[in-house]
């Protein structure tokens, strides 16, 4: 079973403004197997713990450790980080020109598991996963994240931790913008991915409605760089009736 | 349809680095657009200014910049040597060409044995032959507009005439590989290609060694005949070669023009293109990689002169490395007589490292209403460190990265070189330009 453990996780971000301060102490331990979920207003630093996981450059780590299966994160490379098993659902996945999402899964799955996987239950892998996801066959050959809209978008995120298989998995506001049909076939394939395997969920969200339709085992309150209170699914009940503010009051 | 429902401006869209422009539009009255970006470190001083979108519609005159003011129709023309001045960088068509790179190219002397050129001919050709200056069709199509042109036309006595003739279909190409024997060695040749009255013939020009070498590339295209020429530039890191093509396409005859541009220090290919009667068809393809310090510039016209014919122009280059330069201007002229006109012209640029830059001019000239459709698009993206950052999250090397989305980028037009062999190398070269940059 997998481990994923931040502790006092400080990053910064370059402004034009100067060095902002952004991550100021995160502590979060991640089992494989549970669904934490982290709620928090616009602008709290959600992304940004998400970002500094996968080890986007832009963040700068400045104090603080993770590690995954004891293993040091922040010592490894970005693709390093997905190859040990990380993976990270963006919220606002980026377009890549003139690469197909076909050779995209091919590749990404090749470069994860370190081998081309067997074509003919690939072929077969690809099109179940799909299929679950209501995404047309046609989809497999545009571009990736090319002209595609807000939910195919969020969909193709899903689609990738399907065939992936991570054993940690980190969905950034996969819920938000979508409509109650998509988020239920969103949704779904996280469900799918947790009875199939032991992966480890931190489900960023800036809404409760997702909580409906996957469980949390635990619920975090992000607000201003770090968890601000920490409980079981009824804490989100809580927040749904009352919103953030006596967190937000609390922080400043 | 009317002059109205295409649109039809001049623009530029100049990138260094950082900056992504796009210059598109689409038929159906899109209002002129222009967008530029220089958001570069250097975007100031280097290289020539940004010029502002010119119009030029029948009814609104030559409106906008100086530059554009003249028509593309009224170049001179002329074997005079002495008729064209030396290139200097006032003059529209080389102000964005390092001059002082290409300088030994404009000096009018004797050619050295600076390419050794091997031809292969395929079964069903005509005989080897040769053409003197003023033996037609020698100089029936091809006259000179600048002075580098001129004095190779001057100076090669003889021109290789290599021809498809009438009502033969010739299944393998004809091959002319050109071996540069020397940086220091300069060379002139002219090259004729004819494919007589309902004819089809391949033409493969390959240039690889090193010299500083001008060409001339004349092309007969007959009467209902189909002509491909590809143009590979496959030169090593110091060679100059300044090479014009020109094309006259015949009544129903189709031409499909690709160039390759990969190597070479600094290459310079003008393509132009001519319908002299209806029903002709123009393709225009090309596809550069621009490294560190490499200059590579194409130009092309395409002249619609006669009513009903098509053309479509579709050129993709990427850059990488500090100084790796492009150019690409795409000048198309629908004449008054040109009814029926449909053209496109696209060109795209990948800039996959800083320190890059693309220059990307499309220029559209119509003096007819009647057309079927004009369009271009011209973009620059920035290869940007956010796909990156997407595809390694999913796992995949930086290199490998790059690498996919490159070949992506490519692809589609690598897809239309009718000859296999062609299309392997393409594909092999561009691995080969990734991992240089990549140590
Ligand atoms: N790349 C960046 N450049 C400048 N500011 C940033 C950057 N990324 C995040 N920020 C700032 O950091 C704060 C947290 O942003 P983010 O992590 O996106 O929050 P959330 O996901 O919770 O909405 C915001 O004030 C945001 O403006
Ligand atoms: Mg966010």
């Known amino acids: 079973m997998s481990v994923l453990e931040i502790k006092n996780l400080h990053a910064t971000v370059e402004t034009p403004e100067g060095t902002k301060q952004i991550l100021k102490g995160v502590d979060l331990t991640i089992r494989g197997g549970e669904t934490h979920a982290i709620m928090g207003p616009n602008g709290s630093g959600k992304s940004t713990l998400a970002y500094a996981l996968a080890g986007h450059p832009k963040y700068e780590i400045t104090e603080g450790s993770v590690t995954l299966d004891g293993e040091d994160v922040l010592e490894m490379s970005v693709d390093e980080r997905a190859r040990a098993g990380l993976f990270l659902a963006m919220q606002y996945p980026v377009e890549v020109p003139g690469v197909t999402v076909s050779n995209f899964l091919r590749t990404a799955k090749t470069a994860i598991d370190g081998e081309a996987p067997s074509l003919r239950t690939w072929v077969k892998d690809v099109k179940g996963a799909m299929d679950d996801l209501r995404m047309d066959p046609a989809f497999a050959e545009r571009n990736v994240n090319e002209g595609f809209s807000g939910g195919e978008k969020k969909r193709h995120e899903i689609l990738q931790m399907q065939l992936i298989k991570p054993s940690m998995a980190i969905l950034d506001e996969t819920d938000s913008g979508l409509d109650v049909d998509a988020l239920r076939i969103v949704s779904d394939g996280v469900n799918r991915a947790k009875e199939n395997t032991d992966v480890g969920i931190m489900l960023i969200t800036h809404y409760t409605r997702i909580l409906r339709y996957v469980k949390p085992d635990f619920v975090h309150v992000f607000v201003n760089g770090r968890i601000a209170e920490q409980g079981g699914p009824e804490l989100a009940e809580q927040l749904e009736s009352e919103g953030y503010d006596r967190f937000l009051a609390a922080a400043n | ?439």
């Open chain 2, 1 to 439: 349809m009317t002059s109205s429902d295409v649109y039809d401006e001049t623009s530029i869209a100049t990138v260094e680095d950082p900056a992504s422009a796009d210059v598109a539009g689409n038929a159906a009255g899109a209002a002129p657009v222009a967008a530029q970006g220089t958001l570069g470190r250097e975007a100031a001083g280097s290289g020539p200014e940004l010029e502002d979108e010119a119009l030029a519609l029948p009814d609104q005159g030559g409106q906008g910049s100086s530059h554009a003011a003249a028509s593309r129709a009224d170049r001179l023309r002329s074997f005079e040597r002495g008729d064209h001045s030396t290139p200097s960088s006032k003059i529209e068509e080389w102000r964005f060409t390092p001059l002082r790179r290409f300088a030994p190219l404009f000096e009018d002397v004797a050619g050295e044995a600076a390419v050794e050129v091997t031809v292969s001919r395929p079964e069903g050709a005509a005989a080897e032959s040769t053409l003197g200056a003023g033996e037609a069709p020698r100089g029936t199509v091809l006259v000179p507009e600048d002075l580098p042109t001129a004095i190779a036309s001057a100076r090669t006595e003889q021109a290789l005439h290599l021809v498809a003739p009438k009502n033969t279909e010739l299944a393998e190409p004809f091959r002319v590989q050109s071996v540069g024997q020397g940086a220091e060695l300069r060379g002139h040749g002219h090259v004729v290609l004819e494919t007589q009255e309902s004819s089809a013939a391949t033409f493969v020009l390959n240039h690889t060694g090193s010299a500083q070498y001008v060409q001339n590339v004349e092309m007969v295209v007959g009467d209902n005949s189909q002509m491909t020429v590809i143009t590979l530039q496959d030169w090593d890191d110091d060679a100059l070669h300044i090479a014009t093509h020109h094309a006259r396409v015949g009544r129903d005859a189709k031409l499909k023009h690709i160039a390759v541009s990969l190597g070479g220090s600094a290459v310079r290919v003008n393509t132009i293109g001519e319908f002299s009667a209806p029903g002709g068809e123009i393709e225009d393809l090309g596809l550069y990689f621009s490294d560190e310090n490499q200059f590579l510039e194409h130009r092309l016209f395409v002249d619609h002169a006669a009513p009903n014919c098509t053309s479509n122009v579709a050129y993709k280059g990427a850059l990488q490395g500090q100084k790796a330069r492009s150019v690409w201007v795409g000048d198309v002229l629908i004449r008054k007589a040109a009814e029926g006109t449909n053209t496109y012209e696209l060109n795209r640029n990948l800039v996959l490292t800083e320190g890059a830059r693309a220059d990307s001019v499309p220029n559209l000239e119509i003096e007819t209403g009647e057309i079927e459709g004009a369009g271009h698009a011209a973009a620059t993206g920035r290869f940007d460190d956010e796909q990156l950052f997407y595809l390694r999250a999913r796992g995949i090397p930086e290199q490998e990265a790059r690498r996919l989305v490159v070949r992506g980028f490519f692809a589609e037009l690598i897809q239309q070189i009718d000859v296999p062999e062609i299309r392997e190398h393409l594909f092999a070269s561009i691995e080969t330009e990734l991992a240089r940059s990549m140590n």
